[in-house]
């Protein structure tokens, strides 16, 4: 049995040690936010935080996890409150958003240990595949979760971290659903 934290709550695995870190996430956990790309490492779809370092969870053994502290998307920030969510989001990134759960992780752990990162810095922590080619984008959002982490800029185009998912369309305009019957009558 594999003992690790997930999401700050105790985690007992009973699956076979050399069961890739990012299969006891997804199927036992029912974890899913972290996507399986490659299986090699290459993508970074499956990133998350293994001790606060941005690790892909495909290439780590259940055995190498032991006793680790595991952050996955879901955990990162309950209600869309961490800066790189919320930039995520006010500088409307995603296109497809396969790759987007893995680049957020990344570049939280950027930001964690760089406050200020220069686009060099950036490229060089963010190895991430994006298959849309949003790196332009990924960079300006990262660049604005740094202002705001750092009390530099308050984004008002994210939901409020007290909205609930349900409520989050509500509370910003871009997020509603378009009305197809209003639409048809133009």
């Given amino acids: 049995m594999t003992r690790l934290t997930v999401n700050g709550?105790?985690?007992?695995?009973k699956m076979a040690p050399e069961t890739p870190l990012?299969?006891?996430l997804r199927d036992a956990s029912n974890l899913t936010g972290a996507k399986y790309g490659c299986g090699t490492g290459e993508c970074g779809a499956c990133t998350v935080h293994v001790d606060g370092k941005a690790m892909q969870?495909?290439?780590?053994?259940?055995?190498?996890a032991e006793g680790t502290f595991v952050t996955t998307i879901e955990g990162?920030?309950?209600?869309?409150?961490?800066?790189?969510q919320q930039a995520w989001i006010a500088e409307n990134l995603p296109q497809c958003g396969f790759c987007q759960p893995g680049m957020v992780m990344a570049a939280a752990a950027l930001l964690t240990?760089?406050?200020?990162?220069?686009?060099?810095?950036i490229a060089s922590a963010i190895t991430n595949i994006c298959r849309c080619g949003t790196y332009p984008r990924i960079h300006a959002a990262i660049r604005r979760a740094a202002r705001m982490a750092n009390g530099g800029e308050r984004i008002d185009a994210a939901?409020?971290?007290n909205v609930?998912?349900?409520?989050?369309?509500?509370?910003?305009p871009a997020l509603r659903a378009i009305d197809s019957k209003k639409l048809s009558e133009r």
């Avoid at 990162?76 to 790189?84: C, E, I, Q, Y």
């Fill in 9 to 13: 709550q105790p985690v007992h695995y």
């Fill in 22 to 24: 990012l299969w006891a």
């Fill in 57 to 64: 969870a495909c290439v780590i053994t259940l055995a190498e």
């Fill in 76 to 84: 990162l920030g309950h209600d869309r409150n961490h800066p790189v």
């Fill in 113 to 121: 240990k760089t406050k200020s990162p220069s686009d060099d810095e």
């Fill in 159 to 161: 939901p409020p971290a």
């Fill in 164 to 172: 609930s998912a349900d409520d989050a369309a509500d509370a910003v």
